[in-house]
Every structure is written in structure tokens, then in C-alpha cells.
């Protein structure tokens, strides 16, 4: 069973174009996140819902929106893509109590922005 | 600000030959330390959590321990399958994020 699942794997896109990626996680968590993971492989928080609820918003252009429709799903919809939004996104998920905060990872997507 | 670095950047083994990849860290109150690999072309997979400086845990060749300042990932007569990327990430106790550092590329020949 995929615990967290992204869709699509792969996503190619001309610039200026707006384009979403899905989340979803069945390991039953409260807490989910967005990491941009750039071109020298470096993991980056982008934000995090707990519960529906915004808690983390780095800082990161407001073309990008997370929505969470209820909490086993975290999506991220980008506007008007640039070049320099290249790069892999993973969601992932952890359970929001003491020593139980691990956060697991989704298999990425990859996003080309030509 | 918080920060984590990894040394060396990238490593090569022979199998068989053991070593150990650094983590060194500064944060506002360390909330958990934790240990990733990650293969070319998929996400982090979970290795191990240290919350407070003493301890050690153990998964088949792997070993990590923690300091104050610093966490060691021991490998144990490294096999090919091994190769991947270590990756180390730190949380204080303020936030939920996992803050990275760039990674230990590990490359084991046979």
C-alpha cells in the first residue's frame, strides 16, 4: 500500500501556465508538508497544514497555493510558472504528537517549466 | 538561524570498507534529528530519529549516533546496495519543518 502518493510523477509545461499536483496520504496523519527539492538535490520546507490549518508558509511566492480539502489530502497549485520553478516537489506526512513526528515521503514530482 | 551541514559531500567505498558520513548541526532547541536515503528518482525514505545526545540506533549496517553538536551515520561493511544518498535534517522546537542539509552521496563498488 503507497502510504503518501503524488500525481503525476512527471509534469512538462511551457512558462506562464498554472498547473496543480496532488497529495495523499493514508497513514491516517494529521500534519502535511510541501519541500521543494532544487537542482543541487536541497530539501526545502515550502508549508505546512495541520489539519486543514495553514501553520508553516515560508517564504515563497504567492503564485504558489496549498490547499487542503480535508486532512489525507494537501495539494499545490502553481501560477503563472516561471523557468526557475524547475525542480522536484515532495509532499509528506507525519502524526502531530510527541516523539511520533517523523515525516514521511512522497516519490516526488518532477517539474520541467520550459 | 538554524543549519545543518554534511561532510563529506560525496563518498566512495569499496565493499566491505567502513566509514561514517558527519552531521553537524546549530538549532534553537533540538526537537529531533533524523537520518533519510534517498535514491536517485524517489523520495526520502525514513532511517532513524535521535532525540537527545547519547543516543544510538541501529538498522542491519547502519548506525547513527548523536552529540550535542553532531550526529554520525556508521556504515558497517558497506554493500553495493548501500549507495544513495544520506540525507540529515533537523527540527526545533519551535516548528514542524524538517530542515536539510545537502546530503552525503555514498557510492560502494563491489
Known amino acids: 500500500d503507497t502510504a503518501v502518493s503524488q500525481t503525476p510523477k512527471y509534469l512538462v509545461t511551457q512558462m506562464g501556465n498554472d498547473k496543480s499536483i496532488k497529495c495523499e496520504q493514508n497513514?491516517?496523519?494529521?500534519?502535511m508538508y510541501w519541500y521543494k527539492q532544487d537542482s543541487k538535490k536541497f530539501l526545502k520546507i515550502m508549508f505546512s497544514y495541520n489539519n486543514k490549518e495553514l501553520i508553516i508558509n515560508e517564504t515563497v511566492p504567492n503564485r504558489f497555493s496549498p490547499k487542503s480539502p480535508d486532512k489525507a489530502h494537501l495539494n499545490l497549485h502553481i501560477n503563472s510558472l516561471e523557468l526557475g520553478d524547475s525542480a522536484v516537489y515532495f509532499c509528506?506526512?507525519?502524526?502531530?504528537?510527541?516523539?511520533?513526528?517523523?515525516?514521511?515521503f512522497g516519490p516526488g514530482t518532477r517539474l520541467l517549466v520550459l | 538561524e538554524d543549519q545543518v551541514t554534511q561532510s563529506p559531500e560525496a563518498l566512495r567505498l569499496q565493499e566491505g570498507e567502513s566509514s561514517s558520513l558527519n552531521c553537524s548541526y546549530t538549532v534553537s532547541g533540538l526537537r529531533g534529528l533524523f537520518w533519510y536515503r534517498q535514491d536517485p528518482g524517489k523520495g526520502p525514505e525514513f532511517l532513524f530519529t535521535l532525540y537527545s545526545a547519547g543516543e544510538e540506533k541501529e538498522k542491519e549496517r547502519l548506525k547513527a549516533t548523536l552529540t550535542k553538536k553532531e550526529s554520525f551515520l556508521h556504515i558497517t561493511a558497506p554493500k553495493p546496495e548501500d549507495s544513495a544518498t544520506y540525507l540529515c535534517?533537523?527540527?526545533?522546537?519551535?516548528?514542524?519543518?524538517?530542515?536539510f542539509g545537502k546530503g552525503t552521496t555514498l557510492s560502494v563498488s563491489s
Open positions: 535534517a533537523v527540527q526545533n522546537q519551535a516548528g514542524t519543518a524538517l530542515i
Open positions: 509528506a506526512s507525519s502524526q502531530e504528537s510527541r516523539r511520533q513526528e517523523t515525516q514521511y
Open positions: 497513514l491516517g496523519h494529521d500534519t
